[in-house]
């Protein structure tokens, strides 16, 4: 048994069709999908239940971009489809690329149903409604037809993530079938499977390219599985595999331009769609956010912020880019994607992609942001950046070709800085990861143990003397010595405790919200699954911090009290 989500809400004059009440629509329904447990991908179609003229179009299509817009603000978990009467969809789909049209085709009385041809996207058509009678009851059902390779609906809620390891093995048995299928690449066939659902349409063939279809009937056949879902190993985040390995199809089909400054379709299928979304999002923000490199700053993935640029399609954007360049030097794309999620390319997922398509320069990031944005000799990339920018801006919203240059260039800067700072965070956490090790590897030893044996020997034998006035002195200076050494050391070991790397997740939320870290004293709690709270900091540090400040207090009490003594007797 599978299903398919409709969206409804009255939905029965053109009054209601706006692009506010498509937006608290599309927000609605995105709520209300995580709360049924739809899995990631899932289509939720959004109804026309009314018969709509060729009049009433351009309001039925705002209505759409506010969908597009909120599910985009979202996260983009969802996709959408639109259901009404054949050039409703035909239309939707023109104007918003829809994914797939739900079409009631029984209903006569719509007028957008008589002499209108099927939508190029429709997946289910309602052809007869029909009595059942169950014992007492009666009512109403549908008969509805499928088109093959097409939305094939959901037959589970609350499906677990799938950890890398099963992504792994899920790329291993494609890559296999691709091999035993014969024919085409088969890195490329991998990447055709997961463009199926939502990277296949009409506008990606004119992208990049079709896919193959045969083969996907083969694998489908063979038991072949599509995730929806992929649980990062360096991140804890969850990413989306499909558009993950659409955006390796871009890349490996149009690889990125000799010159880094500027930007093509390759481009388009990862980050630079994004960046024109979140483009139309920042539009739609102006009276908030009038400065383009403030929202780029502030809102391009963060960590627990929502936009149509989240921190989860910068994932994808990289990934996708790294696995399309192992791939072109001839890896196969199921040891590439074990190398990078295995092993440690994925921790510095972000400074290889910055280097590798942006020459590591925020400049050229920006430069290249600005040429996708302003271009109009692809005609395909320009008519693509309006829709894109469409979906997420309201309506009237300035195209990014007639905004002042000089806003734009802003926006573009901080889309590069942006960039540059996830790269550097990414490159501290990795000096984190090694200074953490580093401290493991010592504890490990007998360092730390003769430090404290020294330690103990120096300051314990200098305060047996206590008769001694040099002595004292000495083992108020060694105490104090020790303590401030101890506080150092402490203190490094705060700054470069990594809480994503050392701590284990206990809830699906990331472990820094509940990490803990101060300089006074050193200490720095991580979380564990356990239940327990552990310390980052050596356990030898704060006990010998405070023994030696301890054991100084006393050697300096004693010597003040000798000095004192001294002094009456003189």
């Known amino acids: 048994m599978r299903v398919f989500p409709i969206f409804q809400d009255n939905g029965r004059s053109l009054a209601e069709y706006t692009w506010s009440k498509g937006y608290a629509h599309g927000q609605w329904a995105h709520d209300q999908a995580v709360h049924f447990g739809f899995n990631r991908g899932t289509l939720i179609y959004f109804a026309v239940d009314y018969d709509a003229t060729v009049a009433d179009m351009p309001k039925i299509i705002q209505y759409f971009r506010g969908v597009s817009s909120a599910l985009s603000s979202k996260g983009k978990r969802y996709l959408f489809g639109v259901y009404g009467s054949r050039n409703v969809c035909a239309q939707v789909t023109k104007e918003t690329y829809a994914t797939y049209s739900f079409v009631p085709g029984m209903s006569w009385g719509f007028s957008g149903n008589l002499g209108f041809p099927l939508p190029e996207n429709w997946s289910f058509n309602q052809i007869k409604e029909y009595q059942v009678t169950n014992g007492s009851d009666t009512f109403a059902l549908d008969n509805d037809v499928r088109r093959p390779k097409s939305d094939i609906g959901q037959n589970s809620v609350n499906r677990p993530v799938s950890p890398a390891a099963e992504f792994i093995a899920n790329i291993d048995k494609l890559y296999g079938l691709a091999q035993s299928y014969g024919k085409g690449d088969p890195n490329r066939l991998v990447t055709d499977y997961y463009r199926q659902m939502a990277y296949a349409g009409v506008q990606w063939q004119a992208l990049i390219a079709g896919v193959d279809w045969a083969f996907i009937d083969y694998a489908n056949s063979n038991g072949a599985e599509l995730l929806s879902t992929l649980n990062d190993p360096f991140t804890s985040l969850t990413v989306g595999p499909q558009h993950l390995l659409a955006t390796a199809a871009g890349q490996l089909i149009k690889p990125a331009p000799s010159d880094r400054h500027t930007a093509n379709g390759g481009d388009v299928a990862g980050w630079a769609s994004d960046l024109m979304t979140f483009y139309g999002e920042w539009r739609r923000?102006?009276?908030?956010?009038?400065?383009?490199?403030?929202?780029?700053?502030?809102?391009?993935?963060?960590?627990?912020?929502?936009?149509?640029?989240?921190?989860?399609?910068?994932?994808?954007?990289?990934?996708?880019?790294?696995?399309?360049?192992?791939?072109?030097?001839?890896?196969?794309?199921?040891?590439?994607?074990?190398?990078?999620?295995?092993?440690?390319?994925?921790?510095?997922?972000?400074?290889?992609?910055?280097?590798?398509?942006?020459?590591?320069?925020?400049?050229?990031?920006?430069?290249?942001?600005?040429?996708?944005?302003?271009?109009?000799?692809?005609?395909?990339?320009?008519?693509?950046?309006?829709?894109?920018?469409?979906?997420?801006?309201?309506?009237?919203?300035?195209?990014?070709?007639?905004?002042?240059?000089?806003?734009?260039?802003?926006?573009?800067?901080?889309?590069?800085?942006?960039?540059?700072?996830?790269?550097?965070?990414?490159?501290?956490?990795?000096?984190?990861?090694?200074?953490?090790?580093?401290?493991?590897?010592?504890?490990?030893?007998?360092?730390?143990?003769?430090?404290?044996?020294?330690?103990?020997?120096?300051?314990?034998?200098?305060?047996?003397?206590?008769?001694?006035?040099?002595?004292?002195?000495?083992?108020?200076?060694?105490?104090?010595?020790?303590?401030?050494?101890?506080?150092?050391?402490?203190?490094?070991?705060?700054?470069?405790?990594?809480?994503?790397?050392?701590?284990?997740?206990?809830?699906?939320?990331?472990?820094?919200?509940?990490?803990?870290?101060?300089?006074?004293?050193?200490?720095?709690?991580?979380?564990?699954?356990?239940?327990?709270?552990?310390?980052?900091?050596?356990?030898?540090?704060?006990?010998?911090?405070?023994?030696?400040?301890?054991?100084?207090?006393?050697?300096?009490?004693?010597?003040?009290?000798?000095?004192?003594?001294?002094?009456?007797?003189?």
């Open 285 to 570: 923000d102006s009276d908030s956010y009038a400065s383009g490199y403030t929202y780029c700053t502030e809102r391009m993935a963060k960590i627990g912020v929502e936009s149509s640029f989240a921190i989860g399609d910068l994932i994808e954007d990289a990934d996708g880019f790294l696995l399309a360049e192992k791939m072109r030097n001839k890896t196969p794309i199921n040891k590439a994607v074990r190398d990078h999620y295995e092993g440690s390319g994925g921790a510095t997922r972000f400074q290889d992609y910055v280097a590798q398509r942006f020459g590591s320069s925020a400049t050229t990031a920006a430069d290249a942001a600005f040429n996708i944005l302003t271009t109009t000799a692809d005609t395909i990339i320009s008519t693509g950046r309006a829709y894109l920018t469409l979906t997420t801006a309201k309506e009237g919203v300035i195209l990014p070709h007639d905004l002042p240059p000089t806003m734009l260039r802003d926006y573009c800067k901080g889309f590069g800085d942006s960039l540059m700072a996830r790269a550097g965070l990414e490159a501290r956490s990795q000096a984190k990861y090694l200074a953490n090790h580093a401290r493991a590897f010592s504890k490990e030893s007998w360092v730390g143990s003769w430090v404290i044996a020294v330690t103990f020997v120096g300051v314990g034998s200098s305060c047996l003397r206590i008769r001694q006035g040099k002595r004292l002195r000495g083992a108020v200076v060694a105490g104090l010595v020790t303590a401030l050494l101890c506080y150092l050391l402490g203190a490094v070991e705060v700054s470069f405790a990594d809480p994503s790397r050392m701590c284990e997740p206990t809830v699906s939320i990331p472990t820094w919200y509940r990490y803990e870290e101060a300089f006074l004293p050193p200490r720095a709690a991580c979380p564990w699954a356990d239940g327990r709270t552990y310390d980052l900091v050596s356990p030898w540090v704060n006990p010998l911090l405070f023994i030696a400040l301890g054991v100084s207090a006393v050697c300096l009490k004693v010597l003040m009290a000798s000095l004192k003594r001294k002094r009456s007797q003189r």
